[in-house]
């Protein structure tokens, strides 16, 4: 399905999303991230998609919210159609999804890009939360996402002055996972998510959730709960073959992929 504000494309198990406003540097309005949410929606529902990876542009993952669109809003508005709250089906998207990020992630983009997995940044990436120059602040989870990244001094910097990171400095601080020159940044998305797609579906999905628990609880429920995930697992098939394979020294073949 052709979209307006989006490319959608299918590289063997791999889904791929490309943010695709170029006069806007990707600003997020509201039919972007509506046709972000259908896009995945889909590939959640597509047994053949293993991973899903999100990038933008070479200049711009994403400069933000649309500020036009967003400069008239009153607050009955907001408070009325729940403002962004919409942008967090990325963050409740169950497969893996990784986040390329090239040139500016700011504000709502770098709030999109901590929605997913992991981020990947290219060295040309720029991040931060510009919101207090606009005279509001981070809506879609920034303040909270990156105090979880990066700590709340560097957090609370970014947010409360508008200063933004460059790539080394986002590796640095746990905001990137890695760092990779520009023209190579999408190749090596793909590669990682590829990667990822030929494990067990079931089980990536459940190692992410588990993950994700580190940010929502405390150490002890969070080990009860990857406890009794891990003991789940062992009712898997592929559980069986990955292991078969290891003893018998060949590649395993997972069914649920
Ligand atoms: N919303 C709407 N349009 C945007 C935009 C945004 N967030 N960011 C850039 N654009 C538009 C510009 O208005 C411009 O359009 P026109 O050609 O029609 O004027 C076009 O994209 C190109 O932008 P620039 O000419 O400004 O490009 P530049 O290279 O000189 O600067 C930039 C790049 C530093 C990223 C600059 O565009 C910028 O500062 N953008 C805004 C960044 C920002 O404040 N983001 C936070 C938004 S608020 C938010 O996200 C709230 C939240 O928490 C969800």
Redesign the pocket.
């Known amino acids: 399905m052709a979209y307006n504000n989006i490319i959608v494309e299918k590289r063997g198990k791999v889904g791929l999303i490309t943010l695709n406003r170029p006069?806007?540097?990707n600003?997020?309005n509201s039919e972007l991230i509506g046709e972000l949410n259908e896009a995945l929606a889909k590939f959640e529902k597509d047994d053949k998609t293993g991973c899903v990876v999100l990038t933008g542009s070479e200049?711009?993952f994403a400069?933000?919210?649309?500020?036009?669109?967003?400069s008239s809003l009153t607050y009955i508005d907001a408070y009325k159609n729940d403002f962004?709250t919409s942008?967090d089906y990325v963050s409740r998207f169950r497969k893996p999804i990784i986040a390329a990020v090239a040139g500016?992630a700011?504000?709502?983009?770098c709030?999109l890009a901590m929605m997913c997995d992991f981020i990947l940044a290219a060295d040309n990436a720029r991040f931060g939360?510009?919101?207090i120059?606009?005279g509001?602040?981070?809506?879609?989870g920034?303040t909270q996402r990156l105090t979880r990244f990066v700590g709340k001094s560097k957090a609370m910097e970014m947010c409360l002055t508008g200063r933004t990171m460059d790539a080394a400095e986002a590796e640095r601080s746990g905001l990137a996972s890695r760092v990779v020159p520009l023209d190579e940044l999408l190749e090596e998305a793909l590669k990682v998510a590829e990667k990822i797609a030929d494990y067990s579906l079931p089980i990536a999905m459940m190692t992410k959730e588990s993950v994700n628990r580190a940010y929502e609880t405390t150490l002890a429920e969070g080990v009860r709960f990857e406890r009794r995930v891990f003991h789940s697992m062992f009712a898997s098939e592929d559980q069986k073959e990955g292991m078969a394979a290891f003893v018998e020294k060949r590649a395993p073949q997972f069914r649920n992929k």
Do not use: F, N, R, S
């Not at 400069?63 to 967003?70: H, N, R």
């Not at 700011?106 to 983009?109: E, F, M, P, R, V």
């Not at 509001?136 to 879609?140: D, I, L, Q, S």
């Open positions: 006069k806007a540097l600003a997020l200049k711009a400069a933000g919210a649309d500020i036009k669109e967003m962004i942008w500016y700011l504000g709502g983009g709030e939360q510009p919101e120059t606009l509001v602040m981070p809506g879609a920034g």
